[in-house]
Antibody, heavy 119, light 106 residues
Framework: EVQLVESGGGLVQPGGSLRLSCAASGFTFSSYWMHWVRQAPGKGLVWVSRINSDGSSTSYADSVKGRFTISRDNAKNTLYLQMNSLRAEDTAVYYC????????????WGQGTMVTVSS | EIVLTQSPGTLSLSPGERATLSCRASQSVSSSYLAWYQQKPGQAPRLLIY???SRATGIPDRFSGSGSGTDFTLTISRLEPEDFAVYYCQQYGSWTFGQGTKVEIK
């Protein structure tokens, strides 16, 4: 079964750090670009970051640039999001998603992990 | 940056009715880059439509997408109880999403 499973969310104080993980299974992880998308409570979907298949190229939304770092370990079939200098406005459910470039859409999504930034 | 604006914000309909959701782009979008997703409460988004009009695997044919340029539409021909959810359009080129349309039971 093709699956993405996020972990690593939790409660963190403003200014703190957290690393999210996304474990992939059921497909050749190293062949796909991957993304992080977040959703603040009661709000819509917001794209956060993407990484290409071999990890050599990344992109970020302006709101997280310089604070978040996306990376991947293809040997471990795992995607990461290192989040530093966290702010209250980073509070959200964070989803990882597979980029199916052959259809130009995100075809597989994880169940999400909640990040709460609060003192 | 291309901005996607969805309308209406909320659509109140009864099961069996037809739903028409709009997604308007601030500048022209390649049709191949327009996708629609469905999200139910507490669940991850699910891909419905890609390339503006192609249904994703396993999506019932009551869902259809159309449009080009700056105006795109998602149509649900006859609403089933499980279709009441929030729907998002996405422009794949910059990966941005519209703000969503909630389809609620009237």
């Amino acid at each position: 079964e093709v699956q993405l499973v996020e972990s690593g969310g939790g409660l963190v104080q403003p200014g703190g750090s957290l690393r999210l993980s996304c474990a992939a299974s059921g497909f050749t992880f190293s062949s796909y670009w991957m993304h992080w998308v977040r959703q603040a409570p009661g709000k819509g979907l917001v794209w956060v970051s993407r990484i290409n298949s071999d990890g050599s190229s990344t992109s970020y939304a302006d709101s997280v640039k310089g604070r978040f770092t996306i990376s991947r370990d293809n040997a471990k079939n795992t995607l990461y999001l290192q989040m530093n200098s966290l702010r209250a406005e980073d509070t959200a459910v964070y989803y990882c998603a597979r980029d199916a470039d052959y259809i130009d859409a995100f075809d597989i999504w994880g169940q999400g992990t909640m990040v709460t930034v609060s003192s | 940056e291309i901005v996607l604006t969805q309308s209406p914000g909320t659509l109140s309909l009864s099961p069996g009715e037809r739903a028409t959701l709009s997604c308007r782009a601030s500048q022209s979008v390649s049709s191949s880059y327009l996708a629609w997703y469905q999200q139910k409460p507490g669940q991850a988004p699910r891909l419905l439509i890609y390339g503006a009009s192609s249904r994703a695997t396993g999506i019932p044919d009551r869902f259809s997408g159309s449009g080009s340029g700056t105006d795109f539409t998602l149509t649900i021909s006859r609403l089933e109880p499980e279709d009441f959810a929030v729907y998002y359009c996405q422009q794949y080129g910059s990966w941005t999403f519209g703000q969503g349309t909630k389809v609620e039971i009237k």
